[in-house]
């Protein structure tokens, strides 16, 4: 578990029982009201991209990813 202060690009996250790569954020504090972090994420399988809005300090599950390849014969 990260809070969404510890967002970096290319970190994966799974939310809601689906992987997401962080494109891009943004840590905004307003004058008014409480801090929040805009990202962009895009989805591992499909490449659908979104964008979604975490209150500040929102813990967020981090997946391990591994990427491997193969010879095919």
Same mark, same amino acid.
Do not use: I, P, S, Y
């Given at each position: 578990m990260a809070t969404?202060?510890?967002? *970096?690009?290319?970190?994966t996250l799974d939310l809601e029982g689906q992987l997401w790569n962080v494109v891009?954020?943004?840590? =905004? *504090?307003p004058g008014k009201g409480p801090a929040f972090v805009r990202t962009k994420l *895009?989805?591992?399988l499909s490449g659908k991209v979104v964008e979604k809005t975490f209150?500040?300090?929102v813990k =967020?599950?981090?997946a391990r990813s591994e990427e491997h390849t193969s010879e095919l014969q």
């Open positions: 969404t202060n510890d967002l *970096k690009n290319g970190m891009e954020f943004q840590h =905004v *504090k *895009k989805h591992v209150n500040a300090g =967020v599950e981090v």
